[in-house]
Nanobody
């Protein structure tokens, strides 16, 4: 397994931006597709975005389309989530995940090989 640590969460006003980072260690980072999920209080965990091994392929959940961008730097073993025009409904714990497969498996959180502990994002109105 790969060990994942998220950072970059915090409190931001509506309309603001945050950049989340997830740094991996333990295995070859470039052999993993990476993704971000989030879980708001009282709700199920949902996919935010995913990126393939090289960074050429990305996919987004409905809530992220047009506002969030996922990217990765394989030299730094890090995946990023740039979040713009944040809304109060984006408030959640954001989790980084890794899996050797990339594709429709990223529609859900099922079966991911590794997870980070999460970072809290709070968007005030």
């Amino acid at each position: 397994q790969v060990h994942l640590v998220e950072s970059g969460g915090g409190l931001v006003q509506a309309g603001g931006s945050l950049r989340l980072s997830c740094t991996a260690s333990g295995r070859t980072f470039s052999s993993y597709a990476m993704g971000w999920f989030r879980q708001a209080p009282g709700k199920e965990r949902e996919v935010v975005a995913a990126i393939d091994w090289s960074g050429d392929g990305t996919r987004y959940g409905d809530s992220a389309q047009g506002r969030f961008t996922i990217s990765r730097d394989n030299a730094k073993n890090t995946v990023f989530l740039q979040m713009n025009n944040l809304k109060p409904e984006d408030t959640a714990v954001y989790y980084c995940a890794a899996d050797t497969a990339y594709g429709t498996n990223w529609r859900t959180d099922y079966g991911k090989e590794s997870w980070g502990k999460g970072t809290l994002v709070t968007v005030s109105s």
